[in-house]
């Protein structure tokens, strides 16, 4: 437990940070989820769990957990299909059992097969899906959720009519907030400002906050045309007593595991979940300045152990989530400490002091979050990976654009579709050695194909090419010294090719270190 706090100096300001972040989005996927706002305390349950169990759980040095974007459309089809959210709950549930099963079967490894280009090209999207989802909120446009991380909206629009419609009914007061709110975050950041102990122990984003809330009460007081309306701050549900608190937790109704549709849910729940949290904490440990690795099963164990709670007193799916892990990273946290104090913080604020939350105008979070999106995607980072080769950058593009136009699994699926065509691409093009080893004045021409160390079915043609170009009447040597493994396709070509092909053109072919291996293929 000592250890925990051994870094409270950095995690307490990081996890103000974080609630700051994480608040919004919490209460936008909840409505966007259910589309209830009597159901928008399930969001703060869930965050509260995300934070507080998944962060004691878990070994994520600065992974953050809570309700996602990315289940949205899967929620609300699931709480259609199922007939009640009480019933949904119990899918969330199932759900969480399974993803502690795959945890203890090992399943956790499958986020290792995710190459660092896409990975990077998917938090490059995010930077750049923030920056264009919160330029409404930051010029007081607010029918849309923080946070989104989808192209199509629920609405019909998509991420640009967004801001177009946006751009068409602009506030001022809104707009003052939000330029002022970025101004104040940059100089915060500054060097300079740094060294002032009170700066080294305070967010700039509660500065940012608490300058939002002041100023709008400045233009209620003095410019009201200037004044941000109720719908554009943040809403939470007022708990004025212990029953208002209980009302607001719904329990599962476990009657409908009779019905086999909720173990279909669930699945479609825990793969997704599952999938998301691991593309998370691989783009996580990237960004972390130590590069600390997290333990990927242990994660599993933990996201199903939060989401099996969360399911059983009324809360949302969780994964873990880069867009509130990424703003722990920028805000200094050294460890989960601030992960769990920002759970904390979501519940204790939510329920004692909600009056005063809902003072703070949605442009100052937009603001934090347009700063975060902007240290996910710098111009920097676009430059270096074209300086690794278009092997590389292909793949990184392609998953920004995909994750732009599409949403978080489908841009990731596209950009590991061109990831193994690049692989595939390279493997096919790895040539196998021919060299001529006969004297120059010789009657009969030698030749040697030295074959690469790992010889798949894509190296075939290659092979097939080389061996054309050996001329009738010669000899040749196929050495497989240097092949750790010779593809069962290529070894049966070679067979047919030194029995039936070489023959017919007098080459004199012999194999040397594959010979057993031909003669096996033969008779199989």
């Known amino acids: 437990m000592a250890k925990l706090f051994s870094n409270w100096k950095q995690d307490i300001p990081a996890s103000f940070v974080v609630f700051f972040v994480a608040l919004p989005l919490c209460l936008g996927v909840a409505l966007a989820s259910t589309g209830s706002s009597p159901q928008l305390f399930s969001g703060i349950i869930s965050g509260t769990i995300g934070g507080v169990i998944v962060g004691l759980f878990s070994k994520s040095r600065l992974g953050v957990s809570g309700p996602a974007a990315g289940l949205i459309t899967i929620v609300l089809g699931a709480i259609s299909t199922l007939g009640s959210f009480e019933g949904f709950l119990v899918a969330v549930v199932l759900a969480g059992i399974l993803q502690i099963i795959a945890g203890f079967l090992g399943w956790g490894i499958l986020g290792n097969f995710f190459p660092s280009s896409v990975i990077k090209g998917m938090l490059a999207a995010i930077g750049i899906t923030l920056i264009l ?11 849309d959720f923080m946070g989104d991380e989808s192209f199509f909206q629920l609405d019909g629009r998509n991420t640009f009519t967004e801001i177009f419609e946006a751009l068409s009914k602009l506030n001022m007061g809104s707009i003052i907030v939000s330029s002022v709110s970025i101004l104040l975050l940059i100089v915060f950041n500054l060097k300079g400002v740094k060294r002032f102990k009170l700066f080294q122990i305070l967010p ?5 906050v608490l300058f939002g809330v002041i100023i709008n009460q400045v233009f209620y007081v003095y410019f ?3 004044y941000i309306g109720s719908k554009h701050l943040v809403n939470l549900p007022i708990i004025n007593s212990g029953k208002d608190l209980a009302s607001l937790v719904i329990f599962p109704d476990f009657a409908i595991l009779a019905d086999f549709k909720v173990y279909k849910i669930a699945f479609v729940i825990f793969v997704v979940a599952s999938l998301e949290t691991l593309l998370s904490v691989e783009a996580t440990d990237k960004l972390d300045p130590k590069k600390f690795r997290t333990p990927s099963n242990r994660e599993l164990i933990a996201q199903g152990i939060g989401n099996s709670l969360s399911g ?8 873990q ?10 805000a200094g946290g050294e460890s989960k400490l601030s992960t769990i104090l920002h759970g904390f913080l ?3 604020t939510a329920i004692f002091i909600p009056s005063i939350l809902n003072l703070i105008p949605l442009a100052s979070l937009a603001a934090i979050l347009l700063l975060v999106g902007y240290k996910l995607s710098t111009v920097g980072l676009y ?8 092997e590389q950058f292909v793949p990184f593009v392609v998953t920004v654009f995909a994750v732009l136009f599409t949403d978080l699994l489908n841009g990731i699926m596209i950009g590991m579709c061109i990831s193994i065509f690049y692989i595939l691409r390279k493997k096919f093009r790895n040539k196998c050695s021919l060299i001529e080893i006969s004297e120059k004045d010789a009657i009969i ?38 092949s750790k493994e010779i593809d069962h396709d290529v070894l049966e070509f070679i067979f047919d090719f030194k029995h039936f092909i070489a023959p017919e053109k007098n080459i004199e072919l012999t194999t040397k270190n594959i010979n057993e291996l031909t003669n096996s293929s033969n008779n199989h």
């Open 133 to 143: 989802k919160e330029i409404p909120h930051a010029v007081g446009y607010d029918a």
């Open 204 to 208: 700039g984003a509660l500065f940012v």
């Open 224 to 226: 009201p045309t200037l």
């Open 312 to 319: 059983l007193i009324g809360g949302l799916p969780i994964t």
């Open 321 to 330: 989530v880069i867009v509130r892990s990424s703003a722990n990273i920028s």
């Open 346 to 348: 979501l519940l204790v």
């Open 383 to 390: 430059k270096n990976m074209y300086k690794l080769g278009f």
């Open 445 to 482: 021409k030698e030749y040697k194909i030295i074959l690469i160390e790992e010889v798949s079915f894509l190296n075939k043609g290659n092979i097939a090419k080389t061996l054309k170009k050996i001329p009738a009447n010669s000899k040749v040597i196929i050495d497989g010294s240097a």
